[in-house]
């Protein structure tokens, strides 16, 4: 298991008026929020204050973290020893002044970081909350393999181009909050990691092939014995992934077996558990992997292409190698189904047949490059994605008529999950960023349907 250290958001007060107005800011490396950075690369935080006129007034001065188990607080003794658990040492009490420190230039644990620049205005060296004159944050992640940060913003959601179905309609404007999301489908290695960890902590069983939650009903995915299309096997107590697919993504996975799967890689990072096992409610305000929201994912696939508006991921042209769609031409399309593509397949490479084992004869295939704007691949065709919703046909109008903006996450209660994004066996028409496929029973587990994940 990852040693993970998580970094929550405190809850600042603004208090007494200071004579004078200070400035502060704090960055990581270099920038303001939603920092990604790689496992073993560095975390730089740096500081400042501005005194402006208000030189001579006197204040305390924090530099603050907090981890799942604790605060730590940075007094001014260089990175890392400078580091103190608690909220007991200030940076600085006394006069302020214009002041650039660096307080971290480290690796760090994975996980998901907060960090604060903090100047409170009564100046005795204990951190007094109510009294939080002003502040400034950063959040960052360290080490969450493959994921990108999806910024803040409002965006259209919908059929901007008269060629969906009626559930893509109103066309309507929504708020979200940053996120970030993976770069790739969840894999079939990456799942089956899963599966022998929760096997041996007894919190899954096999029966018939098809892998339950423990002592329950709800299926999580079939093994090959159950359905030929599975690229999970089971054999003696272990499972394994069919040689040459271990980097397609998993199908024949339920949507409880999404969310499970989210719940136990958010356990792994040290991070909170966003579903509830028993009743399948998601926490939104806990800070964890989960599925994302129908929302969150057309956010995402949109990739920032706002103005106009596009019908795929990537634009409005659709080529035969940019995609996994029933017209492409991949060497996959042939053989044994499911066709589907290695996760990032489409990436504007020439590929060969010798790295890849594809079925098809030819021995390269140049592909093109079918990352968003937001770093994303797959998100049209390869494989259906499931979201967090409940489907609705009408809950778009449902949102103009109750002036639901922020945030939305789907219907209360429902039939069919939300699925999005086309697969290898679906036209084009499917892959469009608007389309909604509302027939995704929680249960179902099919050939062409999989996952990715975000965080928030």
Same mark, same amino acid.
């Given at each position: ?24 800011? /704090? ?30 007034? &006197? ?14 607080? +940075?007094? @001014? ?84 181009? %008269? ?12 708020? /979200? ?17 899963? $599966? ?52 397609? !993504? ?41 599925? !994302? ?8 696939? @949109? ?5 106009? +508006? ?31 593509? !290695? ?8 590929? +060969? ?5 594809? !079925? ?6 140049? &592909? ?20 967090? %919703? ?24 429902? &039939? +069919? ?37 975000? $965080?928030?």
């Amino acid at each position: 298991m990852r040693y993970v250290v998580i970094f929550a958001i405190l809850v600042l007060c603004p208090a007494i008026v200071l004579a004078q107005t200070p400035t502060v800011d /704090i960055k990581c490396n270099g920038l303001d929020s939603g920092v990604v950075i790689d496992p073993g690369s560095n975390a730089k935080i740096d500081i400042s204050t501005t005194a402006g006129s208000g030189l001579g007034n &006197t204040v305390d001065i924090w530099v603050i973290l907090k981890t799942s188990s604790d605060y730590y607080s +940075y007094n @001014r003794y260089g990175p890392l020893q400078g580091w103190n658990v608690g909220i007991y040492n200030a940076y600085d009490t006394g006069p302020l002044t214009d002041m650039n420190d660096t307080a971290l230039d480290s690796p760090l644990p994975d996980g998901y970081y907060v960090a604060y620049v903090v100047i409170d205005a009564w100046a005795d060296g204990f951190f007094d909350q109510n009294l939080i004159y002003i502040y400034d944050s950063v959040d960052f992640v360290v080490g969450l393999e493959d994921m990108v940060y999806i910024p803040e913003g409002e965006f259209d959601m919908g059929d901007h181009h %008269d060629v969906g179905d009626p559930d893509e309609k109103p066309v309507h404007a929504v708020y /979200i909050d940053t996120f970030w999301m993976d770069i790739y489908e969840v894999t079939n290695q990456k799942y089956c990691d899963y $599966l022998n960890s929760a096997y041996g902590q007894g919190l899954i069983e096999v029966n018939s092939g098809v892998v339950y939650k423990y002592n329950d009903n709800e299926p999580y995915c079939d093994t090959y014995s159950a359905d030929a299309d599975s690229r999970i096997h089971f054999d003696t107590g272990t499972f394994s992934v069919t040689v040459g697919k271990e980097d397609h !993504p998993m199908v024949e996975v339920s949507w409880y077996g999404a969310v499970a799967y989210a719940n136990w890689l958010s356990c792994e990072y040290g991070l909170s558990e966003c579903y509830d096992l028993e009743m399948w409610n998601c926490d939104f305000g806990a800070v964890g992997l989960r599925l !994302p929201t129908e929302a969150e994912w057309e956010k995402a696939a @949109r990739g920032g292409q706002y103005n106009p +508006y596009r019908l795929y991921s990537w634009g409005d042209t659709l080529i035969d190698n940019i995609a996994n769609y029933n017209g492409s031409s991949d060497p996959f399309k042939t053989g044994v189904e499911p066709w589907t593509t !290695p996760v990032g397949f489409f990436n504007g490479e020439l590929h +060969y047949k010798v790295d890849f084992g594809w !079925p098809g004869s030819q021995t390269s295939y140049q &592909t093109a490059d079918g990352e968003n704007g937001c770093g994303l691949y797959d998100m049209a065709g390869n494989v259906w994605e499931w979201c967090h %919703d409940w489907y609705s046909s009408t809950y778009y109008q449902y949102c103009v008529d109750n002036n639901i903006y922020d945030n939305p996450t789907g219907p209360a209660s429902g &039939t +069919y999950r939300v699925l999005r994004g086309g697969s290898w066996n679906y036209s084009p028409k499917y892959m469009r960023s608007a389309n909604r496929n509302g027939l995704g029973k929680p249960v179902n587990r099919e050939f062409d349907s999989g996952f990715r994940l975000v $965080l928030k």
